[in-house]
């Protein structure tokens, strides 16, 4: 039986704050974050190397001068990554803050929906707007497929997610709120043609596109004309819209944007990652020898969304410390590490040397020393005989054997920093070069991220109205009688 207070007083043991946020649309059993900070008057001087013992995370609030707890929302555990810097070294007050990616598991749900404006609210428009959404939307739940909305009162109607905008949540808020609600009977053709002309414009494009995606298989024409037209933004935004649709073709413009168009890269990204046929597992592969470590990691994350188990991007568990895939890929070596949402180092192709003369820590206990054509990696634990491996001084046989010496996650996150900071790793190592729309836990940046549920003391404010521009027109939309609400 473990007894609290030898526990606390240990010298290999600290008292930390640990806190999560569950993002807008999180499911129960979704992975989150965790973030681990030392609390202020405390003599724990580094949290490097470290694992967080499972911890319950609980809803908190100050009410009546006093911190009162809620329902447990999320439980944590794993090895703390204390954020490297560009230097290779860790400042004092770095050490004392640390993450779990992905360390964190929900215990909730937590839905999002539409609430109606004050001055429109009624149960008979609740439910009007709730058939509106449920003739263009459907999703399986429970394996029954059935709509999308579920008018809840005469102000809030709930809403699932469908699975193609599950890792785009911003985009799917922003099609409901452009569907329309008094389209006159008998006018769709007016409306395409009116949106038609807006398409050809730069200027009125994206959201015309918007449009026609809420509209449906209807819409798919209109957009396909815009895949011809000479501006590459208008060609952009048709295809994403097409991609949405279902529309594989319009992958290569998609392929060409991430390209070209930085402005356009984390959505086109986003959008192959749900073209899930030749054309778009084509597109994609045709990224992974980009310039930009943006590109090439999103490409990765793309394909491996469509399916993990391709051959070229398949990887494997170095025995639970982190996912490792060395892609055969042309272009510039590039290594790429996570310190949010998951454990995972990808190589970005197959050769990427250690230069003689390098001296690093991996952790507290292992030791990579590269002397001329070969790499000695040991290891000192007190209480147990010294361990030591000679491999070639390439990247994957030294974290091979890391791994093999028992270090986690953070130790080979070390090495690829400090190796990098002494200039004896030739490869470009990049960290988190992931676009914002791209990720399902980050993709409602634009409208809700400052909605998430923090698990920690905090206010319980209720959202302010979206201050999105109606769109241009004649027929009314969601834009004009509901804005977006998430779940308390």
């Known amino acids: ?3 609290p207070n030898r526990l606390l007083a240990a010298q290999s043991t600290a008292l930390v704050w640990v806190s999560g946020n569950l993002h807008p649309g999180i499911r129960k059993g979704d992975h989150f974050d965790v973030l681990v900070e030392v609390p202020p008057g405390h003599d724990t001087t580094s949290l490097a190397g470290g694992y967080l013992m499972e911890t319950r995370l609980v809803e908190m609030a100050v009410l009546g001068n006093r911190i009162r707890d809620g329902h447990t929302l999320g439980l944590a555990e794993g090895p703390m990554l204390v954020d490297p810097v560009s230097s290779g070294t860790l400042d004092s007050v770095a050490t004392l803050r640390g993450r779990v990616p992905g360390g964190g598991v929900a215990l909730t749900d937590r839905p999002i929906g539409l609430s109606i404006n004050p001055e429109h609210r009624s149960v008979g428009l609740s ?3 709730g058939d509106c959404i449920n003739r263009r939307f ?7 497929k059935r709509g999308v909305a579920t008018p809840k009162t005469d102000r809030f109607i709930e809403l699932e997610i469908p699975k193609v905008y599950r890792n785009n949540l911003a985009r799917y808020v922003s099609v409901v709120r452009s569907l329309p609600i008094a389209e006159p009977a008998g006018n769709r053709h007016a409306r395409l043609e009116l949106l038609a002309r807006q398409l050809a414009d730069p200027v009125t494009a994206p959201r015309a596109a918007l449009r026609l995606e809420a509209i449906g298989k209807e819409g ?16 952009f935004v048709a295809a994403e819209a097409l991609a949405y649709l279902g529309e594989s073709l319009a992958a290569p413009t998609l392929a060409e944007a991430a390209r070209d168009l930085r402005s356009a890269r984390p959505k086109a990204l986003a959008a192959l990652a749900i073209v899930d046929d030749a054309n778009g597992i084509d597109a994609l592969r045709s990224l992974l020898g ?7 990691y999103g490409a990765f994350r793309g394909l491996a969304m469509i399916d993990p188990r391709l051959p070229d991007i398949r990887g494997e568990s170095l025995d639970e410390a982190c996912q490792f895939h060395v892609l055969d890929v042309p272009g510039e070596p590039l290594i ?11 190589l970005f192709g197959t050769s990427h040397p250690i230069d003689d003369g390098l001296r690093v820590e991996a952790g507290p206990a292992i030791v990579v020393v590269v002397t001329g054509d070969e790499a000695t990696v040991s290891c000192f634990r007190p209480g147990e005989s010294d361990q030591q491996q000679i491999v070639v001084p390439q990247v994957e046989p030294i974290l091979r054997a890391i791994v093999e010496f028992g270090g986690g996650y953070p130790d080979l996150v070390q090495f ?11 490869s470009r190592l990049a960290f988190d070069a992931i676009p914002t729309e791209f990720d399902g836990r980050l993709s409602v940046h634009e409208e809700v991220a400052d909605r998430s549920r923090e698990i920690k003391p905090s206010e319980t404010a209720e959202p302010e109205a979206d201050q999105d521009d109606k769109p241009s027109g004649i027929w009314p939309t969601l834009f004009d009688t509901a804005r977006l609400e998430t779940g308390s």
């Open 127 to 129: 439910k009007r707007i």
């Open 138 to 144: 459907h999703a399986m739940i429970r394996g029954v």
């Open 336 to 346: 790429h590490a996570t310190r949010a949402a998951r454990a995972e180092i990808v």
């Open 416 to 426: 690829l920093q400090q190796a990098t900071a002494q200039r004896k790793l030739d």
């Open 220 to 235: 798919i024409g209109v957009l396909r004309e815009g895949l011809e037209s000479k501006d590459a933004e208008v060609r």
């Open 290 to 296: 980009s310039r930009s470590a943006e590109t090439r």
């Open 1 to 3: 039986m473990i007894e």
